[in-house]
């Protein structure tokens, strides 16, 4: 089965710009594969952040987009806040009735 | 406001079973696309099952493929999940996602504990 890789870790300043990536072995990924990002603080469930490469789901600032980058789904934060410190999952669809989440970000914002 | 509220997490010994209930609050939830997500401890998320509004489809994660079985009672507004033969790797906080369109655009619950141990 394919991996679905993401950045183990990143950091960013107050107010930088960031972007997380998405990628999965031996393909490009695209719009088809559905992209979604998720936002988990500790102790917390995930919440949705992004579904569908670039809709955000209600409520999520719009500091935070999704776009295809390829050959991989990204995550960008425009304006990071200290809220934003997180670890951030991203899913995709890879067919069949199979979704797979990749491995995770940790976000440092400092 | 969407809830999703899971139970029936428990303190189970390897080769035992679980029922995880998850009641929903908020949302047609005859309409709703439903999955099951979990989360060792310490570790990322993983995508275990899925199951279509009429139930029609459902789907499930080829390591996980023979021990588990997701059901859904519309009227009552739940979610199940069915798992036996569980083993340590099983140790898990087991949650309940779902929403309108697609799973995964959805709410998350707070999570219920499956802990295998002898």
């Known amino acids: 089965q394919p991996v679905v890789t993401q950045e183990p870790s990143l950091s960013v300043s107050p107010g930088g710009t960031v972007t997380l990536t998405c990628g999965v072995t031996?393909?490009?990924?695209?719009?088809?594969?559905?992209p979604s990002w998720f936002q988990q603080s500790p102790g917390q469930p995930p919440r949705t952040l992004i579904h569908?490469?670039?809709i955000r789901s209600s409520g999520v600032p719009d500091r935070f987009s999704g776009s295809i980058l390829s050959p991989k789904a990204a995550l960008t934060i425009t304006g990071a806040q200290t809220d934003d410190d997180s670890h951030y999952y991203c899913?995709?669809?890879?067919?069949?009735?199979?979704?797979?989440f990749g491995g995770g970000t940790k976000l440092t914002v400092l | 406001q969407v809830q999703m509220v899971e139970s029936g997490g428990d303190l189970v010994k390897p080769g035992g079973f679980l029922r995880l209930t998850c009641t929903v609050s908020?949302?047609?939830?005859?309409?709703?696309?439903m999955s099951w997500v979990r989360q060792a401890p310490g570790k990322g998320l993983e995508w275990i099952a899925y199951m279509t509004p009429s139930g029609r489809n459902i789907y499930y994660a080829a390591s996980l493929q023979g021990r588990l079985s997701i059901s859904r009672d519309n009227a009552k507004k739940s979610l199940y999940l069915h798992m036996n033969s569980l083993t340590v790797e099983d140790t898990a906080l087991y949650y309940c996602v779902g929403g309108l369109g697609s799973w995964y655009s959805g709410s998350w619950g707070q999570g219920t504990l499956v802990t295998v141990s002898s």
């Open positions: 569908s490469t670039n």
């Open positions: 899913l995709l669809y890879l067919g069949g009735g199979v979704w797979v």
């Open positions: 908020g949302l047609a939830f005859s309409e709703a696309y």
């Open positions: 031996s393909r490009s990924v695209s719009t088809s594969y559905n």
